[in-house]
Nanobody, 117 residues
Framework: EVQLVESGGGLVQAGGSLRLSCAAS????????IGWFRQAPGKEREGVSC????????YYADSVKGRFTISKDNAKNTVYLQMNSLRPEDTAVYYC??????????WGQGTQVTVSS
């Protein structure tokens, strides 16, 4: 069974930092496209950052470049999102997502990030 379990969200003041974790089971994170999306109230879900299995590169949305860093610990089968210099506009539910070429896309339950001004 595939499971993605996020943690690390919370309330932080603008300029602060949080680190999100996504513990995966059922797949090996190093073998898949895996990353983070977010959805703010009234807005569509958007991609934040991800690892591309195909070419080994990482992707960052323009709005988070230079502030967020994605990483993974293969021994723990966990992906992280370090978020620095947080802004009120980063407030959203953050979702971990994995895409397997055969099985499709999987989503975690989401974790709330709230940045106060």
């Amino acid at each position: 069974e595939v499971q993605l379990v996020e943690s690390g969200g919370g309330l932080v003041q603008a300029g602060g930092s949080l680190r999100l974790s996504c513990a995966a089971s059922g797949f090996t994170v190093d073998d898949e496209d895996i990353g983070w999306f977010r959805q703010a109230p009234g807005k569509e879900r958007e991609g934040v950052s991800c690892f591309s299995r195909k070419d080994g590169t990482t992707y960052y949305a323009d709005s988070v470049k230079g502030r967020f860093t994605i990483s993974k610990d293969n021994a723990k089968n966990t992906v992280y999102l370090q978020m620095n210099s947080l802004r009120p506009e980063d407030t959203a539910v953050y979702y971990c997502s994995l895409r397997n070429s055969d099985a499709g896309r999987y989503w975690g339950q989401g974790t709330q990030v709230t940045v106060s001004s």
